[in-house]
């Protein structure tokens, strides 16, 4: 009789050989006693662990390093836009160094004799407001005086403002503001001294950049590259020469106009104006426009309208004549792009962005239109904008014929 356990049933032979029976699968998914980790999950979790760390330190790093590699993105496009003058020279004999440094030297001079102009301009406009402010102050007292039959006396006035809670205010403010202005123009002196020195080390050490850079590149790379840093070269020196060509133009006519209607800070106006408009696109014309009309408006409303029609017609010549003439070998992009291309830039980079945006895109424009290959489009009619298939020519169409059959005939009639 088969020997049986406390649950009655029978108990397992033990093999005759002494052996130890195969052991059951573990049931349900539990794992088996004595079952060891893969070997390969411990270096996955490390693996998994670093590239996380390393994730997060360049992450950290990249925010920290923002403001310097924005700085270093000028600079180069700073660097490629003096490339011409700076190569002009030393095709001339002079060492790249000397010529870089002459170069960028220049253009502070010329950006610092603007800033003082333009500041000292301000300066004195804001005195002579200041100066004329109480008999300003006066007329609008008399006129209110007059009109709600009032007794108001300019001296009641600059007490109660004077004793005023908001003006002390506002001065206690002033004066703990003072230490923070202090700080932002040093350090915006800090940055452009920056952007200067790396853009003298890119426009003067730019051959050995390139040697630099295409010493680790095969030979087919490398003329790629080349290509692209001599499209980029010529497009931004040559937005940035066109630009401000069309700058000085733009400025000089609004300046002659303002001082023939006596609109008060002419020159600040005219300066204005060029700028903005010339590098905004599309609607820096009109923005740039909007400052000098109601400068005007305040001498008289009909200056006003002048000042808004010489800016459509001046913006209608500068578009058909001006521009096409000084941008159709440099910066060609259509106006719908470039005005894309500047909200793209702001919203990425901000001011900076606005103004790099469409050397940046102009020379990707010309890059790949080096290689994409282009057809000529078929004379279909639906290509001009017209719908209908079948439909004959126009009325005009059929008028230039008739006309050209006409005097086809006159000359060969004997």
């Known amino acids: 009789m088969a020997p049986t356990d406390e649950t009655g049933q029978a108990a397992p032979h033990a093999p005759s050989n002494g052996t130890t029976p ?6 349900d998914g539990a794992a088996a006693p004595g079952a060891r980790m893969p070997r390969w999950l411990p270096r996955a979790m ?21 403001g310097l590699l924005i700085n270093i993105l000028i600079a180069f496009f700073l660097a490629l836009a003096v490339e011409p ?53 006066d007329s609008v007292i008399n006129w209110v005086n007059a009109h709600f039959h009032t007794d108001l006396r300019r001296v009641d006035i600059q007490e109660g403002l004077l004793r005023s809670d908001w003006l002390r205010n506002y001065v206690q403010n002033s004066a703990t503001g003072v230490l923070d202005v202090s700080a932002q123009v040093l350090g915006g002196l800090f940055q452009l001294l920056t952007i200067a020195l790396f853009s003298f ?47 000085l133009i733009s400025g000089v006519a609004h300046y002659v106009l303002l001082e023939v209607l006596g609109v008060p800070y002419a020159p600040v106006l005219a300066v204005w104006v060029g700028l903005v408009s010339q590098f905004i696109p599309t609607i820096g014309t009109y923005l740039a426009g909007a400052l000098p009309m109601l400068i005007a408006f305040t001498v008289d ?25 000084l941008t159709s070998k440099t910066v060609d992009i259509h106006p719908a792009v470039a005005f894309g291309s500047v909200v793209a830039g702001t919203a990425l980079l901000g001011a900076v ?22 057809y000529a489009v078929t004379d279909d009619p639906r290509v001009h904008g017209h719908r209908g298939r079948g439909a004959g020519p126009g009325p005009v169409v059929r008028l230039r014929r008739l006309w050209g059959r006409a005097r086809a005939r006159r000359q060969t009639r004997p």
């Open 22 to 27: 195969p052991a059951r699968p573990p049931a």
């Open 46 to 66: 490390v693996l998994a662990l670093a590239l996380v760390a390393v994730f997060q330190l360049g992450s950290w790093a990249f925010h920290q390093l923002t």
């Open 85 to 137: 003058a700076v190569s002009w020279m030393a095709a001339r004999g002079v060492r790249r160094g000397l010529g870089t440094f002459l170069v960028i030297l220049a253009v502070l001079i010329v950006a610092a004799g603007f800033v003082t102009l333009l500041g000292s301009m301000l300066a004195g406009q804001i005195i002579t407001m200041v100066e004329s402010f109480p008999d300003y102050l």
């Open 201 to 247: 080390y890119f426009a003067a050490d730019g051959p050995r950049l390139r040697r630099a850079i295409c010493s680790v590149l095969p030979p087919a790379r490398q003329a790629e590259v080349l290509r692209a840093w001599e499209i980029a070269v010529d497009k931004t020196g040559g937005y940035i020469y066109s630009r401000g060509l069309m700058a």
């Open 301 to 325: 409303p009909w200056y006003a309208l002048w000042v808004l029609v010489f800016v459509v017609i001046y913006q209608q010549f500068e578009n058909y004549v001006l521009q096409p003439k």
């Open 353 to 374: 962005g606005a103004l790099i945006a469409i050397p940046a895109v102009a020379t990707l424009q010309a890059f790949l239109g080096a290689y994409v290959k282009r």
